[in-house]
């Protein structure tokens, strides 16, 4: 009888910070892996980034040591991806391009295989439009780094399955994943609450009344933040906030949610934090 782990094999489209943050999850936990990007000079790096990503999570113990290292298939096409048993896709936070991967991807598919986006901010049902049936779809939105952090926000959409919802949880489990299931809105929970904050806290450097280690600092030792909110915006990436915080504010019309200028300079000027080096803190070095 095969274990838990031994009935998945997923599919991840997107090899960027979270793609190589779910594949190093996945594989540690036995699970093979086919990933998907562009072309294959970034699936080149992002083997090179997992294979980083195994060691850190290695030597921190957060990978069950009783499993075989599941295996890593790279491809540039989505064709690849027929017959595994999930997909997750992990693109950049901009609607236009999530539609055109996951309408792709829900053809090439077997009906009845869940189809995962690990959108931060995109309402699941708004998505659930673009695909062939919206009934697959779900979202599930894992933290950074996601080899170290157990709670993931599992979306459920007006038009999910139940039986798509009980296979992801599953397939969770196998991920050694506590997930907490929210109804669908834009931003869910974590971000709703999370990206205005960074944005305030932003606000509060750019009008000069802190600076950025005085508000982190605040909020790390009065309200017990293990990482105040611009080393988070940091470690998130400036740009995927801007992004983030634009699908908030498009779709919301809540001004909090409005990029402000500090964080939009950081982003044209190239300052995107830790993968660049430099964000609202100098890191010394990019970032690996």
């Known amino acids: 009888m095969s274990t838990a782990y031994e009935q998945h094999r997923l599919a991840i489209i997107g090899a960027g910070v979270m793609g190589t943050n779910i594949s190093t999850l996945a594989m540690g936990h036995g699970i093979p892996v086919v990933l998907v990007d562009v072309d294959d000079t970034v699936l080149d790096r992002a083997r090179q980034t997992i294979g980083q990503k195994t060691r850190h999570a290695q030597l921190m113990g957060v990978l069950p040591a009783d499993r075989p290292q599941g295996t890593l298939t790279t491809s540039v096409s989505l ?3 027929a017959g595994v048993t999930t997909v997750i ?3 950049t936070e901009v609607a236009e391009v999530k539609e055109k991967v996951l309408t792709a991807v829900s053809r090439v598919v077997a009906p009845g295989t869940p189809l ?15 695909v062939v049936r919206p009934e697959d779809l779900v979202g599930v939105h894992f933290m950074n780094p996601s080899y170290m952090i157990k709670m993931v926000e599992v979306i459920r959409g007006p038009r999910t ?3 798509i919802l009980d296979d992801v949880t599953g397939l969770l489990a196998a991920l050694g994943r506590e997930c907490l299931v929210i109804e669908d809105s834009a931003g869910f929970v974590i971000n709703r609450l999370l990206h205005p904050l960074i944005n305030t806290a932003a606000m509060l450097v750019q009008e000069g009344v802190a600076s950025a280690e005085v508000v982190d600092g605040l909020l790390e030792g009065c309200l017990g933040h293990s990482t105040g909110p611009l080393r988070t915006g940091d470690l998130i990436g400036l740009e995927n906030l801007v992004d983030s915080l634009n699908v908030l504010y498009e779709r919301r019309g809540d001004e909090s949610c409005r990029p402000c200028d500090l964080l939009l ?7 995107l934090g830790r993968k660049t080096g430099r964000g609202f803190y100098d890191y010394g070095k990019v970032a690996s």
Do not use: L, Q
Request: include cysteine; hydrophobic fraction near 40%.
């Open 116 to 130: 995962i986006s690990n959108t931060s901010c995109i309402p699941i049902d708004e998505m659930a439009s673009w």
């Open 161 to 163: 399955d139940p039986a």
């Open 265 to 271: 300079a950081k982003v044209r000027d190239g300052h």
């Open 89 to 91: 896709e992990a693109v």
């Open 79 to 81: 064709d690849d991806v």
